[in-house]
């Protein structure tokens, strides 16, 4: 399946470079190697841009790393049925979507930061209501699907407006920070998925989230450090 989104991938870009039309005026330069690689430099040296990146990336962390070894977790190892498994994700989903409608009610009447503020409450939170029952109880099924549940408000809460200030905290193309931003997240997200997994099969449940409590934490501690220094774009 894997191999057929990057094969679709593949044709996806090929035909956008044979095909799609040039809209960006053209200001008679050619296109620079270097000076790509010196914005790149630039965003990359940018204090902002590179926390508030790693903030976004390991707040979402417990999510991705849930969803990618849930199925293992709750039907290979806990012995649920998909049925079952399927209607335990709903809650989690469900805070997801309830953080987007909050945050939805909350545009344009608060700072920007504001939603940010109140959601690194519950992804702490949630997140330590998860770690708590998979570390003293062996099938407190609800009690981790209720914390993540409340995790997934507060991200819901917090990832629009972090990424719109972590995009604007430099002045160099929009086109190359986001490109940025986007390459420091996957590999947050490459390299924790991978760390959660391995804590899993090494040391159980309880250890997984653990892992995904510190990495909440560790975000949140970012994202404190990112707002409280942020300061108008220079660079």
Known sequence: MFGLFALVSLLAWWGLWRSMPETAPRDGQPFSFRRLLADYGQVLGNKSVVFGSLSIGLITLPLLAWVAQSPVILIQDAGMSPLQYGWLQVPIFAGLIIGNLLLTKLSGKVKVTTPI???????????????????????????????????????????????????????????????????????????????????YFADGNARFNQFTLLSGVAGTLLITLFLTSRKKPTH
């Open 117 to 199: 503020w109140l959601g690194i409450v519950p992804i702490v939170v949630g997140l330590a209501i998860t770690a708590v029952a998979a570390t003293f109880f062996a099938h407190a099924w609800g009690w981790v699907i209720g914390g993540l549940g409340l995790y997934a408000m507060g991200s819901g809460l917090v990832n629009a407006g972090l990424y719109r200030l972590t995009l604007f905290s430099s002045n160099v193309g929009k086109g190359t920070v986001a490109a940025a931003l986007g390459l420091i997240t996957i590999l947050v997200f490459a390299l924790g998925i991978e760390v959660a997994k391995l804590l």
